[in-house]
């Protein structure tokens, strides 16, 4: 292949996407998979599921119309589709009949063994300063498809806003994408692109107010196919940052699902259970309005992936030890960038802690207080005219995407 194909790709599965997600909505409806409300999500249900068909198409077609050439990577390719069909027929049941979590778990883990089966698994880890890390063949199949599982799972969680699911993998795929191009992993980048276009095709039907959701099963297949990516685009590989550029591209539903799922176990419920916790509920309830939630929550996807992205191709380091005195300082005022959107967004998600310990110490000292007063003095205490939306107007309610 040559570097037209990834974009070929995007855009062959940008157009089949975009095309096709109103035909499956349609028929979501005449199915009966129709979103009803639960505890993760935003929306008051109504909405047709099912919208991850037109993704699974769009990237099937997209990869079969620029496979490389016959030989392993075209073998791993079609391995990664198969599991790829699977999971989303497992999404798309769950969708319209609610499977049981085991279920689910079990088709998951399914999907994830037929391109490990094939050889897309982890056999070795480059670490800093220690080298490469072998695995046997048992060790290598239980952690990848343990990382298959994750973050099919990760995506899934996060998919309660419109838009955010779709947007967030997009930029993780195409970051991804550009880091496997360098690494000449020419079928990792291809199915990059083209998850990255089906899913801004997708984007165009789902954006907030959303016209139809992804589903269960769109969120396990865009886990999965940024899972197989992740695989084959970086830490297949001996590149020292092959484990670094997938897990900061991913940061972002990582931290939501670690921050959900620790939350749970505190509270004593199953991990499995919906809630309202997500980064997502955090910035509605503090009065962010749906678009402005997911345009938060791109920009630190953007940076997280920019920051990503800089570390393959910033050459602040010749990987002896030695740095390069400008282009070290490039790499940390990138790093100093990426910092300050994610503690700038940390200590927003963090303000309804910060409400609640002021309002304990007002209440105290004025009984008779009232919440808008309460919250005027949270503003005044981070002195900041963002964070006057908590005592703005309430917003729309969002809906799941």
């Known amino acids: 292949m040559n570097w ?7 855009l062959v599965a940008f157009a089949v996407s975009a095309a096709l997600t109103p035909l499956v909505a349609r028929a979501a409806v005449v199915l009966g998979a ?8 935003l929306g008051v249900g109504g909405t047709p599921l099912l919208g991850g068909l037109a993704i699974l198409i769009a990237v099937t077609v997209a990869v079969l119309l620029e496979m490389p050439d016959p030989g392993p990577q075209a073998d791993n390719l079609r391995a990664i589709l198969l599991g790829a069909v699977l999971i989303a027929v497992v999404g798309a049941a769950d969708d319209r009949f609610d499977l049981p979590w085991a279920v689910k778990l079990v088709g998951q883990i399914g999907a994830a063994l037929i ?3 094939q050889g897309v698994q982890v056999e070795n880890i480059t670490f800093p300063f220690l080298g490469a890390v072998q695995f046997a063949d048992g060790p290598s199949t239980i952690l990848t498809v343990f990382g298959f599982v994750l973050l099919m799972n990760v995506v899934n969680f996060s998919d309660g806003i419109d838009g955010l699911a779709a947007g967030v993998s997009s930029i993780a795929a195409v970051a991804m994408g550009i880091v496997a191009a360098d690494l000449m992993k020419d079928h990792a980048a291809l199915l990059a692109a083209a998850t990255a276009g089906a899913a801004l095709g997708f984007l165009v039907h789902n954006f907030h107010p ?3 959701f992804m589903g269960d099963t769109g969120a396990m297949l865009l886990g999965y196919l940024l899972a197989a990516i992740a695989v084959e685009g970086s830490v297949k590989t001996n590149a020292v940052l092959a484990l670094v550029v997938p897990f900061v591209v991913l940061a972002l539903p990582v931290l939501d699902t670690t921050f959900v799922v620790l939350k749970r176990l505190k509270s004593g419920v199953p991990i499995y259970n919906a809630d309202q916790n997500h980064f997502h ?6 009065g962010f309005s749906p678009r402005r939630t997911v345009v938060y929550l791109y920009l630190w996807a953007g940076s997280l992936a920019g920051l990503a992205v800089a570390l393959r191709f910033v050459p602040y380091s010749d990987n002896r030890g030695h740095f390069n005195p400008v282009w070290t300082t490039v790499m940390g005022l990138i790093l100093i960038g990426c ?4 503690v700038y967004l940390v200590t927003v998600l963090e303000i309804l802690k910060l409400r609640r310990l002021d309002a304990l110490r007002l209440r105290l000292a004025r009984p008779g207080i009232s919440e808008d007063e309460i919250d005027a003095d949270v503003a005044r205490a981070l002195q900041t005219g963002e964070f006057s939306s908590i005592t703005g107007e309430h917003h729309p309610v969002d809906e799941p995407g």
């Not at 129709?34 to 999500?41: L, M």
Request: glycine residues 10%; proline residues 10%; charged residues 25%.
């Open 281 to 286: 509920h955090r910035l509605s309830r503090i």
């Open 4 to 10: 037209r194909d990834p974009i070929v790709g995007l």
């Open 210 to 212: 959303a016209r139809v």
């Open 339 to 342: 910092l300050a959107v994610s």
């Open 115 to 117: 391109p490990v089966s």
């Open 34 to 41: 129709v979103d009803q409300p639960r505890g993760r999500g």
